[in-house]
Nanobody, 114 residues
């Protein structure tokens, strides 16, 4: 079973930055993050495929940047100019390259508040 080790998150003031990281125990076809705000559905915000193509949700375009290292099975999410509406639990997500199973991290809280 694929395991993710997540780090980052926390409490930050509006306009500041945070960085999330995620390391998978095996090679992934894609990696990215979902987030779930209180009372809302979980939503995909960013995904990067092994070949390099990348998806960003409109709400985070220009503020969030994903980087991945296929050799190390890692992904990082640089989140700049954070807004209160970015407050949510962020879940690392990926697809196992061999089994095609979708995998989830346990989630990390990001709170943007003054």
């Amino acid at each position: 079973q694929v395991q993710f080790v997540e780090s980052g998150g926390g409490l930050v003031q509006p306009g500041r930055s945070l960085r999330l990281s995620c390391t998978a125990s095996t090679s992934m076809y894609f990696m990215g993050w979902y987030r779930q705000a209180p009372g809302k559905e979980r939503e995909l915000i960013v995904r990067k495929f092994r070949g390099g193509s990348t998806f960003y949700k409109d709400a985070v375009k220009g503020r969030f940047t994903i980087s991945t290292d296929n050799a190390k099975n890692t992904a990082s999410l640089q989140m700049d100019n954070l807004k209160p509406e970015d407050t949510a639990v962020y879940y690392c997500n990926g697809q196992d390259l061999k089994t095609e199973n979708e995998c989830w991290g346990k989630g990390t809280q990001v709170t943007v508040s003054s």
